[in-house]
Nanobody, 122 residues
């Protein structure tokens, strides 16, 4: 499966952005999906993940209550709604797909898309 993230940009603190991750090659419903981010000089960080049918979602502590992960298996697209953005949310955001239940461990994901830059100004 090929993944392409989009929707990043520059936003002021307190604002919102919605990221999308379009899948091609195989149906998205075959995969457990996740969002990760990486800021300059920092390790890759788990943001959120969602099971195949979207019934269960999981979030990193730093984004819980502000971000929402969702998926549309008909449109073959994964989403990340980001609200109440903070400057510390600035990073490149990546979507990833896993054939198994990979949770928050980035190395367990099998496919990665090119990231999209999110910059939050103070």
């Amino acid at each position: 499966v090929q993944l392409q993230a989009s929707g990043g940009g520059l936003v002021q603190a307190g604002g919102s952005l919605r990221l999308s991750c379009a899948a091609s090659g195989r149906t998205l419903s075959s995969y457990y999906m996740g969002w990760f981010r990486q800021a300059p000089g920092k390790e890759r960080e788990f943001v959120a993940s969602i099971i195949w049918n979207g019934a269960n979602t999981y979030y990193g502590d730093s984004v819980a209550g502000r971000f929402t992960i969702s998926r549309d298996n008909v449109k073959n697209t994964l989403y990340l709604q980001m609200n109440s953005l903070k400057p510390e949310d600035t990073a490149i955001y990546y979507c990833a797909a896993s054939r198994g239940v990979s949770g928050s461990t980035w190395s367990h994901y099998d496919y990665w898309g090119r990231g999209t830059q999110v910059t939050v100004s103070s």
